[in-house]
């Protein structure tokens, strides 16, 4: 399978059998018990880049661009603290959802804006760029792509996870089970930490924080670069 064709897949797949899941899994309401463990894991991930740019102090100055950003479970609260974000998201539905959330929610809306567009096609400057558990969707030589391609948007800094191929194939086999049913046809990749940081590296990043989220179906490997 071609990157195009995983693209197309992942796409279809979040504007349909995808979308209701991960709605559901990124929601409140109640799940089975695989589901609740991958929304607790992600709600680690999602909490612990909330409390590093938190940490820093400085959120009201930070323009903020989360690529691939589903139903807004981190662009949500980082508008609420008071960052200027833009957040995009390949799925119409998922940005849909998204937008209801927003405006359930969000007392200063101006700060958030959400539009439909693939991260490939991102252009303009932002402070920071964050990519959360969308890398899983793209084989290596794609996500070289995606990578390089998100720290061209980055004045400072870029913040990814993935899944990380230490864990080795039990772990893909656990991972699979994101994908039940029909939709399996979305695959899920796995990367080694150090090609993520050689192409950081090469673009001009060097890592600064690092955490890992490892539930029993969750496993997301975070790390924050800067520029050097
Ligand atoms: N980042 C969000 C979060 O952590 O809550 C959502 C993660 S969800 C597992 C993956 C998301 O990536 C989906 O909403 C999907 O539509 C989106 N996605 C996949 N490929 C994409 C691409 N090439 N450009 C933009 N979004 C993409």
């Not at 309401?29 to 612990?48: A, C, F, M, S």
Request: charged share 25%.
């Amino acid at each position: 399978m071609n990157a195009a064709d995983d693209k197309t897949i992942v796409k279809e797949y979040f504007n349909s059998t995808g979308f209701d899941r991960w709605r559901r899994i990124y929601g409140n309401g109640e799940v089975n018990k695989v589901q609740l463990d991958i929304r607790n894991g992600h709600q680690q991930t999602v909490d612990t880049v909330l409390s590093w740019l938190k940490a820093d102090n400085n959120l009201a100055e930070l323009s903020i661009c989360d690529a691939g950003c589903g139903v807004g479970s981190l662009s949500i609260p980082l508008a609420a603290g008071g960052a200027k974000v833009y957040a995009s998201d390949i799925s119409e539905k998922m940005v849909e959802e998204a937008k209801e959330r927003a405006s359930q929610t969000l007392e200063n809306p101006g700060n958030l804006t959400l539009a439909v567009q693939d991260l490939e096609t991102l252009s303009g400057d932002y402070h920071t760029v964050i990519c959360l558990d969308v890398l899983i969707h793209y084989p290596q030589d794609k996500a070289d792509e995606m990578i390089s391609h998100l720290c061209s948007l980055a004045q400072s800094r870029v913040i990814l996870s993935f899944a990380p191929k230490t864990f080795g194939l039990s772990i893909l086999k656990k991972i699979g089970s994101f994908f039940p049913g029909a939709s399996k046809a979305t695959r899920a990749y796995l990367h080694r930490e150090t090609d993520v940081v050689k192409i950081l590296e090469k673009n001009g990043f060097s890592v600064q924080r690092q955490a890992m989220t490892r539930t029993r179906f969750y496993f997301s490997r975070l790390l924050e670069a800067t520029r050097k």
